[in-house]
């Protein structure tokens, strides 16, 4: 959808490891999201971006960092991976407000 | 912070019965918005649902929003296997971002 494109699709890595996952869009839409699926709580906003360098933070950003240095691009770090983290990542992106917002694909990360 | 719960968690129904999943909140919404994830997928935009009672159909999907924009339902009629996956709804109020339900589940058996 809307050419979201999520990397990696998938991660393995350990406990204390610095994670950065990777979202771009190319269709120009103006807001990002950040949101973690877990099994029997559906998505859960993380972080949120409205523009270049505004970032806002979402119902569960303790432990994670994001980054919005273009409008095409917003990064989600985890600096010191824990294996609560383990989860479904999916970032979507958005043209407005009170408007559809496009999935991309995932990122399945386990810390082990 | 805003919470909106949604009914069932999990659905089998067999192939070609109706089936109905309910999102209520607390507070009076803005808008609704469902999305579909097929399993394995991603969650695809279905609709959204902004005026007070308003019933909107796709197909053999009838989606609601209530008289006081507090809950909202998808209907399917005569479910088929391609039917398959979680269906969420996520509301918002105001200018606030979306808060999604937990989803649910929805089984068809051939």
């Known amino acids: 959808d809307a050419d979201v494109t999520q990397t990696p699709r998938n991660r393995i890595t350990k406990t204390g490891k610095r994670i950065m996952l990777e979202c771009s869009q190319t269709k120009g839409h103006d807001r990002m999201y950040w949101y973690r699926q877990d099994p029997g709580l559906g998505l859960r906003l993380i972080y949120y971006?409205?523009?270049?360098?505004?970032?806002n933070k979402g119902e569960i950003s303790d432990g994670y960092s994001v980054s919005r240095q273009a409008q095409a691009k917003f990064s989600l770090s985890l600096e010191s991976a824990i294996p609560n983290q383990t989860a479904l990542y999916f970032c979507a992106v958005g043209q407005g407000e009170n408007q559809p917002q496009h999935f991309g694909d995932g990122t399945r990360l386990s810390i082990l | 912070g805003q919470q909106v719960m949604q009914i069932p968690q999990y659905q089998h129904v067999q192939e070609g019965e109706d089936f109905t999943t309910y999102c209520n909140s607390s507070t009076t919404l803005s808008n609704i918005q469902w999305y579909k994830q097929r399993p394995g997928g991603h969650p695809v935009f279905l609709i959204q649902?902004?005026?007070?009672?308003e019933v909107k159909k796709q197909k053999r999907l009838t989606f609601q929003f209530g008289e006081a924009k507090k809950n909202s339902s998808l209907h399917i009629t005569a479910t088929q296997t391609t039917d398959v996956g979680t269906y969420f709804c996520?509301?918002?109020?105001?200018?606030?971002?979306?808060?999604f339900g937990t989803g649910t589940r929805l089984t068809v058996i051939p």
């Open positions: 971006s409205f523009d270049v360098k505004d970032i």
């Open positions: 649902l902004v005026k007070s009672g």
């Open positions: 996520a509301a918002q109020t105001g200018a606030n971002n979306l808060f």
